[in-house]
C-alpha cells in the first residue's frame, strides 16, 4: 500500500484547484491544528460522510515483553483519538477494496 504525505496531498490539491502550493499548505496546516485543538479541549468533531474524531479512554490492560513473555507488564489507561468512518466513507472504501 503506497502513502499519501501531506506534501504530496499539497501538492495534489494545489494542482487540481489551480492554487499556490503555499495557500494549499497553509489552509490544511490550520485544519490540522484547529482539529488538535478542538480534540484537546474535549470537543467531538463529526464530518458528514466523512467521519467522526473524539478523545476516548483506553483501559489499563496487561501485557507482554516479546523477549521476556514470563513478566507480565502493566499498560495504564491512556486517552487516545478514535475515527469511526462516515457512511459514505465506509461504502467508498468497501466498494473498492477487496
Given at each position: 500500500?503506497?502513502?499519501?504525505?501531506?506534501?504530496?496531498?499539497?501538492?495534489?490539491?494545489?494542482?487540481?484547484?489551480?492554487?499556490?502550493?503555499?495557500?494549499?499548505?497553509?489552509?490544511?496546516?490550520?485544519?490540522?491544528?484547529?482539529?488538535?485543538?478542538?480534540?484537546?479541549?474535549?470537543?467531538?468533531?463529526?464530518?458528514?460522510?466523512?467521519?467522526?474524531?473524539?478523545?476516548?479512554?483506553?483501559?489499563?490492560?496487561?501485557?507482554?515483553?516479546?523477549?521476556?513473555?514470563?513478566?507480565?507488564i502493566i499498560i495504564p489507561q491512556r486517552p487516545a483519538v478514535k475515527?469511526?468512518?462516515?457512511?459514505?466513507?465506509?461504502?467508498?472504501i468497501e466498494d473498492r477494496l477487496?
Open positions: 500500500m503506497a502513502t499519501m504525505t501531506k506534501k504530496k496531498l499539497i501538492t495534489a490539491i494545489a494542482q487540481e484547484r489551480q492554487m499556490h502550493p503555499n495557500e494549499v499548505r497553509n489552509v490544511i496546516q490550520s485544519f490540522l491544528d484547529k482539529l488538535t485543538e478542538c480534540l484537546v479541549d474535549g470537543y467531538r468533531l463529526e464530518f458528514r460522510d466523512f467521519g467522526v474524531f473524539e478523545v476516548v479512554q483506553r483501559k489499563q490492560k496487561v501485557g507482554r515483553n516479546p523477549k521476556n513473555a514470563g513478566i507480565p475515527f469511526t468512518p462516515g457512511k459514505k466513507m465506509r461504502k467508498q477487496p
